[in-house]
């Protein structure tokens, strides 16, 4: 079974500051990646997605995240945080027809 | 225009009621979804259907009932509501599914807090 784990509950950076979020992955195969964003009140949107080839992938936003098979990771960074970037951020693995969602990061920016 | 669009958008119902909740997508996707993200946030599939198929059914009470009139809509109907069924309830869309295809990325709607009171 496909499983996420987002270690993180809650993060605060400071505003011009580098982000790090971590998610951690448990499949059998090849994953298929994901780290969808969720502002208040909002629906999520993709930021990125990895299938396969490059294993750094930017994304939207100034985002880019990292594939690491030897870590089973794909942590999403940011090199300058912005007042924006607060909202909840989720890591996803797909396949068959689903993804599963990590618990979600918070991420609180300080002025 | 919205890509996936659900209505309504806020729901406040008393106990033991019936409700629906109603997700269109103009992306002309075969794959959709409905997902519930409970007060702690976490988000968790509760149905997937292709091509109005049910392919998924994350162990859903049966008082959940989905209904695909076509591969563009993807209802959910709600039997005798009780308090924890208050969440916020997402439909999403993706391209194809199915178990030996690329599996891409979901397609959200905006959500429907559903508050049982």
């Known amino acids: 079974a496909q499983s996420v784990t987002q270690p993180d509950i809650h993060i605060t950076v400071s505003e011009g500051a580098s982000l790090e979020l971590r998610c951690n992955y448990s499949?059998?195969?090849?994953?298929?990646l994901f780290w969808y964003v969720q502002s208040p009140g909002q629906g999520l949107q993709l930021l990125l997605k990895?299938?396969?080839?490059?294993?750094l992938v930017q994304g939207i936003k100034g985002f880019e995240a990292e594939f690491k098979r030897s870590q089973s990771s794909f942590n999403l960074r940011k090199p300058s945080v912005h007042w924006s970037d607060a909202a909840e951020y989720f890591c996803?693995?797909?396949?068959?027809?689903?993804?599963?969602f990590g618990d979600g990061t918070t991420l609180t920016v300080k002025p | 225009d919205t890509a996936v669009s659900q209505t309504p958008k806020y729901l406040v119902t008393q106990m033991g009621n019936d409700k629906s909740i109603k997700c269109e997508q103009n992306?002309?996707?075969?794959?959709m979804y409905w997902y519930k993200q409970d007060s702690k946030k976490f988000l968790k599939i509760m149905f997937s259907?292709?091509?109005?198929?049910?392919?998924i059914n994350e162990t859903v009470p049966n008082r959940f009932s989905p209904k695909s009139p076509d591969k563009a809509h993807l209802n959910l109907h709600i039997n005798s509501l009780e308090l924890g069924d208050s969440a916020v309830y997402f439909c999403?869309?993706?391209?194809?599914?199915?178990?030996?295809?690329?599996?891409?990325?979901?397609?959200f709607g905006q959500g429907t807090r559903l508050t049982v009171v």
């Open positions: 999403a869309s993706s391209p194809r599914s199915n178990p030996t295809s690329l599996n891409t990325e979901a397609f």
């Open positions: 499949y059998g195969a090849t994953p298929y």
């Open positions: 259907y292709n091509n109005k198929e049910l392919i």
């Open positions: 996803a693995v797909g396949s068959a027809g689903k993804s599963t």
């Open positions: 990895y299938f396969s080839g490059d294993t």
């Open positions: 992306l002309g996707h075969d794959t």
